[in-house]
């Protein structure tokens, strides 16, 4: 295992900052600031309804269109049980190993053209497609596509992982145990739940908590 790769975060008890920036942000004006500074930007959380809440209070505090790619079939599935309420700027795609070459391209001309949120819902999903090889190439190729075409138009590419530690403290996917591509050019996020508040905290390469994000609502 690579000491830089993206996942292997030590320990935040260990490494915590002593005064990481605290961030009281209701309506994630802050958080999606932070979101335009890098290209992905990659959420890591253990539980997957927590992560489609956050997903779809993201999206509805922005005003323009979103692509969402639901490998999960998680956010889609709220949506037609109407556990969350459809938005109409939304167009989600169900990808599959057959057509799944096809949205990215299409996805690339889009955000050529006009600003997108791009939401992968998520790494775990999305290795989940191809075998081992050809998802590590795969997925490095199209993130490197979208999230350059992003920069240049002001597109922000989301990207969900469902993780947790294992037995040395370090980030794994949630079931499987993969590490995720590295990349110095991605923001690295971890989401949870304290009391009625989100907490978002962005970590640095080695797991240290820069800013912290307290998102509190009424909706959560």
């Known amino acids: 295992m690579k000491p830089n790769s993206l996942l292997y975060l030590l320990d935040t008890k260990v490494v ?24 992905p930007n990659i959420i890591l959380c253990s539980e997957p309804f927590l992560k489609a809440e956050f997903l779809n209070e993201l999206i509805d505090s922005i005003n323009y269109p979103v692509i969402f790619l639901d ?6 599935g709220y949506i037609v049980s109407e556990m969350i309420k459809k938005n109409d700027r939304v167009e989600i ?5 057959a057509d799944l070459k096809k949205i990215i391209s299409e ?3 889009k955000i050529s053209n006009e600003k997108f949120l791009v939401v992968i819902d998520s790494f775990n999903g999305f290795y989940n497609i191809f075998d081992e090889k ?7 190729a199209s993130l490197m596509l979208l999230s350059s075409i992003g920069i240049e138009n002001g597109s922000s590419v989301i990207i969900t992982a469902i993780t947790r530690k294992n037995d040395n403290g370090e980030w794994i996917l ?26 978002l ?16 609502h ?3």
Do not use: W
Not at 16 to 38: G, H
Not at 93 to 97: A, D, E, I
Not at 134 to 140: D, L, P, V
């Open 218 to 220: 009424s909706n959560f």
């Open 174 to 199: 949630s079931p499987g145990g993969r590490h995720i591509i590295d990349s110095k050019k991605s923001g690295i996020y971890h989401l949870k739940r304290i009391g009625n508040s989100l907490m």
């Open 93 to 97: 795609h169900r990808p599959s190993k």
């Open 16 to 39: 915590l900052d002593k005064n990481p920036e605290q961030i009281l942000d209701t309506d994630l004006t802050y958080v999606i600031k932070e979101f335009s500074n890098k290209n």
């Open 134 to 140: 050809e998802s590590g190439r795969f997925i490095n």
């Open 71 to 76: 490998f999960d079939l998680l956010y889609s």
């Open 107 to 109: 996805i690339a001309k």
């Open 201 to 216: 905290n962005s970590l640095n390469q080695v797991g240290v908590i820069e800013k912290m994000f307290k998102i509190d």
